[in-house]
């Protein structure tokens, strides 16, 4: 080892036990290595090379001032606002501290008053100012104070409710509804804090169940019925409460195929409701409907039936519904099956007859069974007053004028004694209806003919049970008949005639026309009375009594009369309706010697209301033939020159 090496070895052992030494340390690398790599001695990194996760120093420091700084300054505001509750209080209400209790039962019957209890509690540190308790009743309640009155709405004034105080304040009302049905009552408090203007409010629902209803709602009816034949159903409403139930409505849904005819008390509005009035307690009311089910067998039928009170907003219908109660029917063919013909026409439109002519009936029946009858009995029961007893005929039957009935079976028809499957006959008789003189005298008012047709007979394959139905009904109407007449006078009447009589060629006479309108027992309305004046003839336009629809169509010639309504008896029991107009004859040399027609034919119009048709009757035309006026004479009526 030389000097020179021996010198660096000593400087280094200086270097690496001394403090003060700046000088770095070089690491050797001491593999082998093909090329020789430089090994940096710093810790300097370049941007490439630095990890987007590490923050800047400058950076770092920055975020963490602004935290520091936020968070000093919600410290303070947090012990100032401590502060300010702490020393000088607060005005804060929360309705989360508002409580409403209400105590009352959980259900009750309609139509009795109930009560509650309400407690409203504020929990609060501050008062509850001028304080309001608002209650919305269920629609249909009633006020037990004024009965019969609607309990909408109610306000109630609670002033002021203390921090930590109560008020307790009770409400009653009389609720009605169907049995089972939910009735929810709203109650609310509305109330003001000191130092604000707003109005804050707290809610509350009330259930209420309705556990009865305040009237019952029975229907007494048949539960099978043949399809044509007269269904009846009694309603029967009845007072379950200790309280007068006010303005009763029932109101009626019918199934498809019902054909409404009458009811006992009259319905209203389209036969499907019925005003009842009050029921007080303990009391019933009954309705009595009339009508008609068609349909094929195998349908059921459902007639629904509601009753309650009768809206204030909406009449006619029924609000709060009380109870609502349905029945069905099951439509069946029956065993032997009947059709009823008057006069040729099916007994399902209107049959008319005219009074003193004759029905003609026709039975057509059929085994509708898939097995054979036996002992087949077919009884047709006549009824109503309008029936000339006397004259009833009945082809193969026998009439009983004791009980007006014709019976036919197989004494009188021998074909009646079995009646296979599929078997069908027919049988007739006639009905002979009284004239106009008879039903007068006998002062008959009905001028209907009911008919009822029941068969009875027994199955061969059932043990000989015999079985009897109702097969078919019929109404036949008798119709009056309406009269019209017009007379002609020159003498007499409301109006002075002038003129030569007999009338003279080219010379003007006038005359008066009086038009008469009758109807024996039948009411006729919307009648119409027309006639046309010939060209020789002309309307002075003046009539008695001026207050009748009399007008002249000048174009047309016509003499229109409206009489509207021409009552029962006019004409006959009392005076008929009439109308005089006044005419003037201007007669042609070409009329000497002749009675010229001064009217051509009046023509009657109207409507039978009873029978629901169309009537209409003529009068005669006239001539210059004065029959009517007391000082004709023979020859007044002949033109002269």
Same mark, same amino acid.
């Given at each position: ?13 200086? +270097? ?223 007072? %379950?409460?200790? %309280? ?33 009035? +009050? ?44 109870? /609502? ?33 004759? =029905? ?57 004694? %079995? ?37 009875? =007979? ?53 005359? /008066? ?35 009748? +629809?009399?007008?002249? %169509? ?79 004479? +023979? ?7």
């Amino acid at each position: 080892m030389n000097d020179e090496d021996f010198g660096n070895i000593e400087r280094m052992e200086e +270097d690496l036990y001394s403090r003060k030494s700046p000088k770095k340390i070089e690491h050797r690398d001491t593999r082998v290595h093909g090329e020789h790599e430089e090994i940096r001695g710093d810790w300097e990194v370049s941007a490439k090379e630095s990890s987007p996760f590490i923050l800047a120093p400058n950076a770092e420091s920055s975020i963490m001032k602004k935290i520091f700084i936020f968070a000093l300054l919600f410290f303070g505001a947090s012990l100032l606002l401590a502060a300010l509750i702490f020393f000088r209080g607060t005005n804060f209400v929360s309705a989360n501290n508002i409580s409403i209790v209400a105590k009352g039962p959980v259900a009750v019957a309609a139509g009795e008053t109930v009560s509650f209890e309400i407690t409203i509690a504020n929990e609060n540190t501050s008062m509850l100012d001028n304080a309001e308790l608002k209650i919305v009743y269920p629609e249909g309640s009633e006020d037990p104070t004024r009965p019969g009155e609607g309990h909408s709405r109610e306000t109630i004034s609670l002033g002021s409710v203390p921090a930590g105080g109560k008020k307790i304040q009770k409400i009653e009302t009389i609720l009605f509804g169907e049995e089972q049905s939910k009735k929810t009552i709203e109650v609310a408090v509305e109330y003001r804090v000191a130092g604000s203007n707003a109005i804050f409010e707290k809610k509350k629902i009330i259930e209420v169940a309705i556990s009865s209803t305040p009237l019952s709602l029975i229907i007494k009816a048949l539960d099978e019925v043949n399809s044509d034949q007269e269904v009846v159903l009694e309603i029967e409403v009845a007072s %379950n409460t200790t %309280n007068t139930i006010q303005d009763v409505l029932l109101k009626a849904e019918y199934p498809f195929g019902f054909i409404f005819a009458t009811s006992e008390p009259k319905a209203g509005s389209r036969n499907l409701t019925w005003k009842l009035g +009050d029921i007080p307690s303990g009391s019933k009311k009954k309705v009595l409907i009339k009508g008609t089910m068609q349909g094929q067998q195998g349908e059921v039928r459902t007639f629904r039936f509601s009753v309650g009170n009768e809206s204030k907003k909406n009449p006619g219908e029924v609000s709060p519904v009380f109870l /609502t109660t349905s029945h069905e029917m099951n439509i069946k063919r029956p065993f032997v099956g009947v059709d009823i013909l008057v006069n040729g026409k099916s007994a399902s439109v209107v049959n008319v007859v005219p009074l003193g002519t004759d =029905a003609r009936v026709d039975l057509s029946y059929v085994n509708n069974l898939p097995v054979g009858i036996a002992d087949v009995e077919i009884v047709a029961i006549l009824s109503g007053s309008i029936i000339n007893r006397q004259g009833i005929r009945a082809e193969r039957g026998f009439y009983n004028s004791s009980d007006n009935s014709i019976r036919w079976d197989k004494t009188t028809n021998q074909s009646l004694s %079995n009646l296979e499957s599929g078997a069908s006959g027919r049988l007739s008789f006639t009905i002979p209806f009284l004239g106009v003189s008879e039903a007068l005298q006998q002062k008959i008012q009905d001028l209907k003919v009911n008919l009822a047709v029941s068969v009875q =007979a027994r199955r061969a394959e059932e043990g000989n049970v015999p079985e009897k139905i109702l097969a078919a009904t019929s109404e036949i109407k008798a119709v009056s008949p309406a009269l019209v007449a017009q007379r002609l006078l020159f003498s007499e009447g409301p109006f002075t005639n002038n003129g030569p009589v007999p009338p003279k060629a080219d010379v003007s006479t006038t005359y /008066t026309v009086t038009w008469t309108a009758s109807s024996a027992l039948g009411d006729i309305g919307q009648a119409l009375v027309t006639a046309q004046l010939p060209t020789y003839v002309s309307w002075l336009g003046i009539k008695n009594p001026l207050d009748e +629809d009399l007008t002249f %169509n000048k174009t047309q010639g016509k003499v229109t009369w409206n009489v509207g309504k021409i009552p029962a008896g006019a004409g006959y029991s009392s005076s008929p309706r009439s109308v005089s107009f006044q005419i003037s004859l201007l007669p042609s040399l070409s009329q000497v010697g002749q009675s010229p027609i001064v009217v051509h034919e009046a023509v009657l119009t109207g409507r039978d209301i009873f029978a629901n048709v169309e009537v209409s009757a003529q009068g005669s035309a006239i001539t210059t033939k004065l029959s009517s006026d007391p000082q004709f004479r +023979d020859g007044d009526d002949r033109v002269r020159n």
